[in-house]
């Protein structure tokens, strides 16, 4: 009854924004707007797509939230590239709030990161460097004053396997040093997600959220709804530890035709908020 309950909710919520933006195009607000923190949606998920399709999507879907990845706006773009892709997103009334996932294995690749992201104009990295650079990662976010959230990838590499594994290798680093809680890849490393995000909330700055189909590596990615993490009580512990970053989609099925399990995702997470209020 629970699901049925959210579902129900969901396809209301989704009707409802499609009825309004209709009627008075641009004047409404999505769903989440009185919660602390935001929906967006992680750049990866539009790997196969240029910019002007993700910012189409993301326009219907109501989400204003996007991570930048550097397909769409490149390492080595000009000043002038940058104003421009930054109006792209303002026409579409998006923020583009973050850069990555950046992977860095050398200290080269961690200065052009940091440069990248102030010239982008944001103050959140997620990045993926190597433990043995963690020392180098601290120096720079004490140089910019940027937080810095690690990645988190499950099973699939050694790197950060999960929200404990990345809890241990900064909690002695810059507070500005965290994570980007993946709560996919955390669940196939044999973790839970709700109870990390509570452990260890002070560090996690970044959120993918996303469903998957099992507690190991065997576990593959699904829509939200569909798998086995519990929504619901994620929601409820964003609330109770009072996140205020953004929980950005990352669908990592059918990258080639991601459409309707965006909209799928983005609706059930959406139709949670609302039946958990």
């Not at 490393?189 to 995000?197: H, I, R, T, W």
């Not at 700055?205 to 994620?234: C, M, N, Q, W």
Request: charged share 30%; with cysteine; aromatic share 10%.
């Amino acid at each position: 009854m629970k699901n049925l309950s959210i579902i129900i909710s969901a396809l209301l919520l989704l009707f409802s924004a499609t009825v309004q933006s209709q009627e008075r195009p641009g004047e409404q607000l999505p769903p989440e707007t009185n919660e602390l923190f935001k929906l967006g949606v992680a750049g990866y998920t539009f790997v196969k797509f240029d910019l002007d399709k993700t910012l189409e999507t993301l326009q219907k879907a109501d989400v204003h939230y996007l991570c930048i990845k550097d397909f769409h706006l490149p390492f080595t773009s000009t000043d002038k590239e940058i104003a421009d892709f930054h109006a792209k997103l303002k026409a579409k009334n998006i923020k583009g709030y973050a850069v990555g996932p950046i992977y860095m294995k050398t200290e080269e690749e961690i200065d052009r990161a940091f440069d990248y992201a102030k010239r982008v104009g944001v103050k959140l990295i997620v990045g993926v460097p190597t433990y043995e650079l963690l020392p180098y990662v601290d120096k720079k976010v004490k140089e910019y004053d940027f937080n810095y959230a690690i990645h988190l990838h499950g099973p699939d590499i050694e790197l950060f396997p999960d929200a404990e594994n990345v809890w241990k290798s900064v909690k002695d680093l810059d507070p500005r040093i965290g994570m980007c809680l993946d709560i996919g890849h955390d669940t196939r490393n044999g973790k839970d997600p709700v109870a990390d995000l509570k452990k260890y909330h002070t560090r996690v700055f970044d959120i993918h959220i996303k469903d998957v189909t099992g507690d190991t590596k065997l576990g593959y990615s699904v829509e939200i709804g569909r798998g086995i993490i519990d929504i619901p009580a994620f929601v409820k512990m964003l609330r109770k530890v009072k996140y205020t970053g953004v929980c950005s989609l990352e669908h990592e099925k059918n990258m080639d035709n991601p459409f309707m399990g965006i909209a799928e995702s983005i609706g059930y997470f959406r139709g949670v908020i609302a039946a958990t209020k």
